[in-house]
């Protein structure tokens, strides 16, 4: 395997770990949009979301409040985005599932998700039942 993250997660490439248990383990991004800036890695391969197990999913979550709750009290931050890119479309660079914990402060430019758009009532009924029906 050449996957980068399944040598950190596995101790092979030394990393800033946070915490390790036997199932993650949260190490600091190389490129932080704000200091403390962590990601949660299942030591198991996984390339996204959907291919994680529903159990790791939890504890992956669990995990990231734990962290971004750390966060706030070592540097005084006042909230934490997580983020969770799927698809290189979606700025996803590295493909085995990966937890952002992004400390943030009030004002601060760190991320910057979407503008909100408009939609009208109709075309919200149609793109729900597009998407329901692929469910
Ligand atoms: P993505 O864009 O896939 O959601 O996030 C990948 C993240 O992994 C980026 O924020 C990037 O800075 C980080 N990253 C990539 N390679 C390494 C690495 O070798 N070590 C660490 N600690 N972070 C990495
Ligand atoms: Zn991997």
Do not use: C
């Given at each position: 395997m050449s996957c980068i993250f399944c040598k950190i997660?596995?101790?092979e490439i030394p990393s800033a770990t946070l915490y390790e248990d036997e199932d993650v383990r949260?190490?600091?991004?190389?490129?932080?949009?704000s200091r403390g800036h962590a990601l949660v890695l299942p030591k198991r391969h996984f390339a996204d979301v959907t291919a994680m197990p529903q159990r790791l999913l939890g504890k992956a979550m669990k995990v990231a409040g734990r962290i971004g709750?750390?966060?706030?009290?070592?540097?005084?931050?006042?909230?934490?985005?997580?983020?969770?890119?799927?698809?290189?479309?979606?700025?996803?660079?590295?493909?085995?599932?990966?937890?952002?914990v992004i400390p943030r402060?009030?004002?601060?430019?760190?991320?910057?998700?979407?503008?909100?758009?408009?939609?009208?009532?109709?075309?919200?009924?149609?793109?729900?039942?597009?998407?329901?029906?692929?469910?």
């Open positions: 997660a596995a101790g949260v190490i600091l991004d190389l490129g932080p949009a709750a750390a966060q706030k009290k070592a540097f005084g931050y006042e909230g934490f985005n997580l983020i969770q890119n799927n698809g290189e479309a979606a700025g996803q660079t590295v493909f085995h599932f990966h937890l952002h402060r009030s004002g601060d430019a760190a991320v910057g998700l979407w503008r909100p758009g408009t939609v009208t009532p109709e075309e919200m009924a149609e793109t729900a039942g597009l998407i329901r029906q692929e469910l």
